[in-house]
């Protein structure tokens, strides 16, 4: 096995850190924590079942110093073997969330792994407290799109979203969850919403979802699959239909969080294949790339329907917003900024690890062209509440025949600079360092 030595004195000194498992050449990878002070580890494992093995991954979040790790979800969806990503998104720009896909399996019985009649499910879950505890994403109550609604009236309705192994590796590739530093509190994904015992579908009801509140709460905002980016400093989102979708003739932005989208006609369709922007996203301004297309997909594409050469000739655009609109939007106004928070189930400031986030943006009165104008965030943070999970060196106790059903949590303990498990249950506080400034 491989052996993880951590350091917390800039590399002057490391030690043997203790992992409820054995690191192995199957794969493993780091994933910095939101205050860039720690890692959580993502270990992949193979599970054996009757149609074939599975390859999948859990994740170990670090106690202080990061020498000691526990388990925080198991089960993490990877679309292949070959992935070399896993579905575990950092939410950036809010601390303490994070996105994961998780993989489940069922019978007719519920749960087991035993029969070729198992169903292979993946359930979309997402964290408020940095891995202390799980929860799906509840669907919303209300569709722009009924295309897009596939609860069915049912209550316990939650939006599964594609991750980064489905986007970087596979035949077709699903444009998955995204998140910015530049845009605390925003995020774009492609997925579908679905009821209890049905998860992640790559086929019926697919849309474009969009939150502006951290994750907690979710819109759609296009039928099918769009691919998403940011600019301007967070402030502009710029969509356009992915490939997958068909051909693109127009191109969307929003600078207002999604609230409302304005349009602007391609002269030539294409095939988009993805909206890259400049490396430090300040200005309003993307490029699309994608590959020409054939008339009879759209009547806007480049070529006829027997031209070999549509699929193969690329296409990239040049879109500056500021030109688009000219001085039609005024700058921004004190008045024109609303606080938003991540909210509780209850509709409260949700508790982030210890300390309640406070954000200022452009609402949807302020439509601003000047870079960073509208996006300018001024973030308080304060400890005023507190929350529990699973204390630091415990893992989960997983049934050897089932996925994701634990029977206890175990203690893992260091002694004579070995590791060795224990049974007992414990709790820990979670406390944020300090209320300076995350940013």
């Known amino acids: 096995g491989i052996t993880l030595h951590t350091s917390d004195d800039a590399g002057m000194s490391f030690k043997a850190a203790c992992l409820p498992v054995v690191l192995r050449q199957q794969g493993y990878e780091l994933l910095e924590t939101h205050d860039n002070a720690g890692a959580i580890v993502i270990v992949d494992y193979m599970v054996q079942m009757p149609m074939g093995n599975l390859q999948a991954s859990s994740a170990y979040s670090a106690g202080p110093h990061h020498a000691l790790f526990s388990q925080s979800l198991s089960s993490i969806y990877k679309q292949d073997v ?80 594609h991750g980064s192994s489905s986007w970087f ?54 039928e099918g699959t769009w691919i998403y980016e940011y600019a301007d400093w967070g402030g502009l989102v710029v969509m356009a239909k992915h490939e997958l979708s068909g051909p693109a003739a127009e191109v969307r932005f929003s600078y207002d969080y999604g609230r409302c989208w304005r349009t602007v006609p391609l002269q030539t369709a294409l095939y988009v294949e993805n909206v890259r922007i400049e490396p430090d996203g300040q200005r309003p301004k993307v490029l699309l790339h994608g590959k020409a297309c054939r008339k009879t997909s759209d009547p ?18 040049a879109l500056d917003i500021a030109q688009v609109m000219g001085d039609k939007m005024p700058l921004c106004k004190q008045t024109d900024y609303e606080q938003w928070t991540v909210p509780a189930d209850d509709h409260t400031p949700r508790c982030l690890l210890g300390g309640s986030l406070a954000d200022f943006r452009g609402s949807c009165l302020c439509t601003t062209l000047v870079s960073g104008g ?66």
């Not at 806007?300 to 070999?308: G, L, P």
């Not at 996925?403 to 600079?417: I, P, Q």
Request: glycine share 16%; aromatic share 10%; charged share 15%.
């Open 169 to 222: 590796f596979g035949s077709i590739q699903f444009p998955s969850a995204y998140s910015n530093p530049s845009a605390p509190g925003l995020l774009v994904g492609s997925g579908n919403v679905a009821g209890e015992g049905s998860g992640l579908d790559d086929n019926d009801g697919l849309c474009t979802w969009l939150s502006f509140d951290g994750g907690f709460s979710w819109a759609d905002i296009a």
């Open 82 to 161: 070959l992935s070399g990503s896993t579905d575990f998104l950092r939410v950036d720009g809010v601390p303490g969330v994070f996105i994961a896909n998780q993989l489940s399996t069922m019978t007719g019985g519920g749960g087991g792994l035993r029969g070729m009649g198992t169903k292979r499910t993946v359930l979309t879950r997402i964290t408020f407290n940095g891995g202390g505890s799980w929860q799906p994403i509840k669907a919303p109550t209300t569709f722009n799109n009924q295309k897009c609604n596939r609860c069915g009236g049912a209550t316990n309705c939650a939006l599964h979203l």
């Open 374 to 439: 509208g996006c300018s965030m001024r973030r308080g943070l304060s400890l005023s509440c507190s929350e529990h999970a699973v204390g630091f060196g415990y893992w989960g106790k997983r049934r050897a025949t089932h996925m994701g059903v634990f029977t206890g949590w175990a203690r893992l303990e260091r002694a004579n600079g070995c590791c060795h498990q224990t049974d007992e249950e414990r709790l820990r506080l979670l406390l944020h360092a300090s209320c300076a400034r995350l940013y």
């Open 300 to 317: 806007k594409c480049s070529y006829e329907a027997s031209d070999t050469r549509s699929g193969i000739q690329g296409i990239v655009y």
